[in-house]
Every structure is written in structure tokens, then in C-alpha cells.
């Protein structure tokens, strides 16, 4: 039996939904980009812990800021080892004392992790032996919902606090606006879809 064409009745009603996405497009695009964020105002803790992958800065000076505000006196500098053979937590701490930080409230945490489920792993001894039992996370805006989810499974008896750091690239609700925030968009989503079914 041959399928039924669409009828006219069904093609008006695929034209009204087109047009709503397109009319709304703003509304549930910006739902999308704000479901990455999950972060809350800085709390006091043991120590601030600064996820690796931001090239430019950001999440590092947000770290700084918060012990200069008095929430922590350390900082544990994620660092995989991925630049020309260098470990990213020995080019992020330079970075810092040029911007005026002291380097003493830095502590490199150098790793071979390659995604954030390996990072947290790798960063638990240390926080093991620094005995922290409340933590600053401090990663990019778009990385932060992500990020708690992975530290919530690999650091039990941990409280974190996640804090979001700025990036000029990605807004929640105006991602699309330019390409760099439209790939941030898309890897991300990917990234966590995903670490949700397990990949």
C-alpha cells in the first residue's frame, strides 16, 4: 500500500511549527546555552581548584580574584600536559604572576589526563592530601555544568562550590551571535550528551 502524501492540512501545520522556531529561536537558543551553566556565588573554602582548557586566561585570573577577596588561600593549577611538551599549569601560573599575583598561591598540578573525567580523577590526591573537604571549582561558564557533574561522581565527601569564569566567546543567551560562540556550543553539547550516556 502506497503512503498517504501530506495533506494540505499537514503541510499548513509544518509551515506554523517552522515559523515558530524561527520566531522563537532566541527563547529555546538560549535555553540551550544557559542549560550548560550550573555555578553559584563563591563560598569560603580549603582551596580553589582551576580546570585546564582555557587558553586565554580567564578561569585562572577568576581563581586569583577569589583568594584576593579572602574565600581561600591556595590554588591547585590543573595542568595536562598537552603545549609543546609543557603541562598547562606551568604556562597558567606565569600568566598570573605577570597579571600581579603572588606565586605563592599557586600550586601546579601537572597530569596526562585527556577529558574531565580523567582531570577530577587525577586532581582527588592531591586534594587528599592537602585534606580539603570544600573546594572553589573555578572553569569557564559553558563547562561549569559538565564539570560539577564529573567532580560530584570522582570526589565523594567533597563539598564543591562551582564558580564561573567569563569567556568573551560564549553568552547563554546570544552563543550564536558569532562562530567561536557557536563552536563552543556544539562541542560542549556534545561533550555532554556524551559523558550523560556514558561515553
Not at 66 to 82: C, H, I
Not at 155 to 160: C, D, K, L, M, T
Not at 181 to 193: H, N, P, Q, S, Y
Request: glycine share 6%.
Amino acid at each position: 500500500m502506497a503512503p498517504r502524501p501530506f495533506s494540505s492540512l499537514n503541510l499548513a501545520l509544518l509551515a506554523v511549527f517552522i515559523l515558530l522556531v524561527i520566531l522563537t529561536h532566541s527563547v529555546w537558543m538560549g535555553w540551550m546555552g544557559a542549560f550548560l551553566v550550573d555555578s553559584e556565588r563563591p563560598s569560603h573554602a580549603d582551596v580553589i581548584v582551576v580546570l585546564a582548557g582555557d587558553p586565554y586566561g580567564h578561569r585562572i585570573l577568576r581563581a586569583a580574584e577569589l583568594v584576593k577577596q579572602g574565600y581561600a588561600t591556595k590554588v591547585l593549577v590543573s595542568g595536562p600536559g598537552s603545549v609543546y611538551d609543557l603541562h598547562e599549569c606551568d604556562l597558567a601560573i606565569p600568566f598570573v604572576v605577570r597579571h600581579g599575583y603572588p606565586a605563592a598561591w599557586f600550586l601546579p598540578v601537572p597530569h596526562s589526563a585527556h577529558s574531565t573525567q580523567e582531570e577530577v580523577r587525577a586532581i582527588l590526591p592531591v586534594l587528599e592530601k592537602v585534606h580539603a573537604h570544600t573546594v572553589i571549582a573555578v572553569t569557564s561558564d559553558y563547562h561549569t555544568r559538565r564539570a560539577l557533574r564529573a567532580m560530584h561522581a570522582a570526589w565523594p565527601g567533597i563539598q564543591v562550590h562551582m564558580v564561573a569564569a567569563g569567556d568573551e566567546f560564549f553568552s547563554p543567551y546570544g552563543w550564536w551571535h558569532s562562530r567561536e560562540g557557536r563552536k563552543i556550543f556544539f562541542l560542549e553539547w556534545t561533550k555532554t550528551f556524551a559523558s550523560l550516556v556514558g561515553l
